[in-house]
T-cell receptor, first 112, second 112 residues
């Protein structure tokens, strides 16, 4: 099993550009989520999904969109990148909401 | 806003010593989890303790939970240089659809 796979690992964007961060899991987990991690801080929840076709906002959703058309994939879209979105992004999945979460290796995004 | 806050923010010890990290949180929880993050990597789940449990062990790890004080501690015994990492506590609330909320982490350095 590959677990949770994120692509790309690194990305540089210009202000105003859009892009999609990919996340895929092969563990048949229902729950998937996106977090961002800024220096010296913990992870903050952006969006999450409790199953295919269901998404909801987390703590810091502005500027991001998600969709969940399949159980395996949960892409995160940046609509119009801003320097404040420079961060490391982590995707996570879990079988149920109250079980351990598995994390991808992260995407380091720089917006210039 | 962060639910959990770790203390201390940074800890430096010698190999063989024990390391204790504390986590405080604000609202009632379903469970509390501890994760480790090596530099530049994703988070790895260490241990999960449910709200009706007081103590759990896993190898050299011991976690306690005091729901009356809304606090938890992670003890790593006989530390090794390989334990050098950031450690995060994460709480899961009781409401349906709640997702993990992370603290700011403790950076542990174990000197050989």
């Amino acid at each position: 099993n590959a677990g949770v796979t994120q692509t790309p690992k690194f990305q540089v964007l210009k202000t105003g550009q859009s892009m999609t961060l990919q996340c895929a899991q092969d563990m048949n987990h229902e729950y998937m989520s996106w977090y961002r991690q800024d220096p010296g801080m913990g992870l903050r929840l952006i969006h999450y999904s409790v199953g295919a076709g269901i998404t909801d906002q987390g703590e810091v959703p502005n500027g991001y969109n998600v969709s969940r058309s399949t159980t395996e994939d949960f892409p995160l879209r940046l609509l119009s990148a801003a320097p404040s979105q420079t961060s490391v992004y982590f995707c996570a999945s879990s079988y149920f909401g109250d079980t351990e979460a598995f994390f991808g290796q992260g995407t380091r995004l720089t917006v210039v | 806003s962060q639910q959990g806050e770790e203390d201390p923010q940074a800890l430096s010890i010698q190999e063989g010593e024990n390391a204790t990290m504390n986590c405080s949180y604000k609202t009632s929880i379903n469970n509390l989890q501890w994760y480790r993050q090596n530099s530049g990597r994703g988070l790895v789940h260490l241990i999960l303790i449910r709200s009706n449990e007081r103590e759990k062990h896993s190898g050299r790890l011991r976690v306690t939970l005091d729901t009356s004080k809304k606090s938890s501690s992670l003890l790593i015994t006989a530390s090794r240089a390989a334990d050098t990492a950031s450690y995060f506590c994460a709480t899961l609330g009781n409401n349906a659809g709640n997702m993990l909320t992370f603290g700011g982490g403790t950076r542990l350095m174990v000197k050989p």
